[in-house]
C-alpha cells in the first residue's frame, strides 16, 4: 500500500509539474503574439507610410470607400493653389455661397460676407480652422462657379489615379456620392505636400489674416490639429501638420505629417467612432500619436 500510495505521489507530482510548464509555454506564446493582433484602433480606415521609400507602414480597410468630410478641403485647397496667380490678390468672401453654409450649420473661419480677404487668407481658412465660406470663396473665384470647381476637383482625382474618389462639394458636407479611401487620401496628400504653398499652409499651426474693414486687426486662424496636440506626448516624433474633418457620417477623421528621426510620415485615419458631435471623444488623436508612436518603436 506505501509503494502504491508513492507511486500516485509521484504521478501527481509529474502530471502537475507538466501543466505548470504548458501553462508557462501558453503565456510565452502569447506574449510573441504578432502586436496587431490586439492592436486597439478605433479608426475603420488606416493608411500609414514613410515619405521617403512609399512603403506602407500600416494600412486597415485602406482600400475601402468612405467619406472625408473636411478633408475634402485637402483636394480645394491643392486645386486653386495649382491656378491662382497671385495669393497677395484680393478674393472677396462670396455672399451667396456663405450664406448657403451658414443655413448648413458648416465650420467657419470667422469672415464676413462681401469681406475684401486674399487668396492666401481664403487658403488658410480653408485649412486651418477648415472654413467652409473659404473654401466655396476659393471654388467661385478660381473656377467662376462651385460646380465648375468640384469638376476640376474630379479631374484632379483622376490625374492622380484616386480611382475610388469622387467630390461633390469644396468643404465636405455630407453626400453620399461624395467619398474617397484612406489609402487615396494619403496618395493626394502625398502629391500636395510637393507644392511648397500648400505644405507652408499645411503645416501652420496659427495665421493672421489681412486687415479688412470688417476685421482691422485681422482674424487670428488656429490649426484644428496642431492646436489639439499635446507636445509633450510627442516623444520622439512630431506632428508638425494636418486636417481634422468629423460628420456624423464620416465619424472623426484625421491626416497628418509627422516626423521621425529626420523621415516625413503621412497618417490617415478615419471613421473613428462618434456618438455625439458636440462632445468628440478624440480617438482619431490616440490612433495618430499610437501609429507615430508604434513608428518611432520600429513596431508597425
Known sequence: MRRFLAIVLIITVVVFGLFRVADKMDLDIKKELPFFSTEGYSSEYIFVFDRETGNVMYEKNAQSKTYPASLTKIMTTIVALEH?????????????????????????????????????????????????????????????????????????????GLNSTHYTSPEGLHNEDQYTTASDLGKLLDYA?????????????????????????????????????????????????????????????????????????????????????SHPNNKQIADTLKLYKKIKSSEL
Open 84 to 160: 491662382i496667380d497671385d495669393l497677395s490678390a484680393i478674393a472677396p468672401i462670396d455672399t451667396e455661397t456663405q450664406s448657403e453654409m451658414f443655413e448648413n450649420n458648416a465650420m467657419m473661419a470667422g469672415f464676413n460676407a462681401g469681406e475684401s480677404v486674399t487668396y492666401r487668407d481664403l487658403l488658410y481658412g480653408t485649412m486651418l480652422p477648415s472654413g467652409a465660406e473659404a473654401a466655396n470663396s476659393l471654388a467661385v473665384h478660381v473656377a467662376g462657379s462651385v460646380e465648375d470647381f468640384v469638376q476640376m476637383m474630379n479631374d484632379k482625382a483622376v490625374e492622380l
Open 193 to 277: 505636400l510637393n507644392n511648397e504653398d500648400f505644405k507652408a499652409v499645411f503645416t501652420k499651426e496659427t495665421f493672421q489674416t489681412s486687415s479688412t474693414t470688417h476685421h482691422p486687426d485681422g482674424i487670428l486662424l488656429e490649426s484644428t490639429v496642431l492646436e489639439s496636440l499635446n507636445k509633450e506626448k510627442q516623444n520622439g516624433f512630431k506632428i508638425i501638420g494636418g486636417k481634422s474633418g468629423t460628420t456624423d457620417e464620416a465619424g472623426q477623421c484625421w491626416a497628418t505629417l509627422g516626423v521621425v528621426d529626420d523621415r516625413e510620415y503621412i497618417s490617415i485615419v478615419m471613421g473613428a467612432p462618434l456618438k455625439d458631435i
